[in-house]
Structures are given as C-alpha cells and as structure tokens.
C-alpha cells in the first residue's frame, strides 16, 4: 500500500490530470505542520508527469538528492519508488550502469541484504519481461565490479576472501557484498536472478 502523497500523485496521474495536484493538494498544504507532505509530492511530481524522454535524468536527480538522508542498510527507497514509476510508466530503461556505479559509491559495505531491495526489483521486473539477456548483462557487470576480469577472477579471491574479516573499500569487501547479494537473489522464491545466469565464480 503506497503512502498518501504517492497514492495521491499516481491517482492524479492515472487521469493525466496534474491540476489536481499543482492546483488543487499542494496549495492546501501550506504551514510548517504540511512541509514535509509538501516537500514529497512536490520530489514526486517530475518522475510521473516529466516526458518520457527526461525521466532518466529525474530519475538520477531524485536518486541523488534522496541518497543524502538514505538510512545506511535500510531498503533504498528512493530506488524502489523510481522503479516503480517506471514501471507504472512502462519505460524501457538500462539501469544497469547506474546500480553498478550506485554499488561503487557504497564502498563495498554490506549490511543484512535490505540494501539489495532495488537492484532485485529490477531484476524481477526484466525477469518478467522475458530479458534474460539483460538480467544476466545486469549480474555480469555487478561480478566485474566485486571480482574484477572474469579469467583473473579465482586468483583474485584466492588472494583476498577471507569470511572471519571484514573492511569496506577492500577487496575482501566487495566479494563479501557480491556473497551478500547471491544470498539475497536465492531468498527469493520462484525466482532464478543470478544462478540462471551461471555467475557464480
């Protein structure tokens, strides 16, 4: 069940009607008491009713500013409403590049696996239209960020995988985020994300 602003929003743009908002909520939510309502749906607005051909760059924009007050290990929330909406919207988008780089910025650090949520919605929603090409290319590029090239891949964690240690920007760190991400992926029933594409190292 979404929150009220986002029921809100996407029923205004179920109707294409962004009038109901920009004229008719967000003048009501006046005063320090509405702020915070105010301030969401206003963030909102540009990833429903922004042209097809802009959401990539609302949607990094969002992502970016809802990042700064991101709980660390909690569910990305600013990826999975994004996501969503370009569900809703039926918007064919690579996002491959943008998780991988979002992965890099986290350091390598790794917490209990709800820091996963975003990049598993994605891959269900290309699991479910039949682009098993793209869910593979997506766990690929995610090996080959953690496990560096493919044919240097078993010295590598030969060299630096040890489960007893842990550091963030380390090696050992990002094969321990890519084990933590497997164990997500196989915690969802029905579903094969990354063992069918035979990504294990």
């Known amino acids: 069940m979404p929150d009220p602003e986002t029921y809100l929003v996407e029923r205004a743009w179920s109707q294409h009607r962004p ?38 760059a609302m949607m990094a924009a969002f992502i970016k500013k809802q990042n700064r007050a991101a709980q660390p290990g909690g569910i990305p929330e600013n990826w999975m409403t994004a996501i969503h909406i370009m569900e809703m919207r039926k918007l064919d988008l690579d996002l491959t590049e943008a998780i991988v780089e979002g992965l890099k910025s986290t350091g390598a650090t790794y917490y ?16 479910k239209a039949k682009k098993t090409e793209a869910v593979k290319s997506l766990f690929t590029k995610i090996a080959a960020f953690a496990l560096g090239p493919k044919e240097k891949r078993a010295e590598m964690i030969a060299k630096n995988y040890n489960p007893n240690s842990y550091s963030s ?25 990354c063992c069918g594409g035979k990504l294990h190292p």
Request: charged share 20%; proline share 4%.
């Open 112 to 127: 209990g696996g709800s820091e996963f949520a975003h990049i598993i919605a994605y891959a269900t929603q290309l699991q």
């Open 169 to 193: 920007n380390s090696p050992n760190g990002r094969i321990m985020q890519w084990i933590r991400l497997l164990r997500a992926c196989m915690a969802i029933r029905g579903t094969d994300l």
């Open 19 to 56: 009038d109901l908002i920009s004229s008719g909520l967000l003048p009501r939510l006046t005063g320090s008491a509405h702020s915070a309502q105010a301030k969401k749906v206003g963030e909102l607005m540009p990833l429903y009713f922004c042209a097809d051909d802009e959401f990539s």
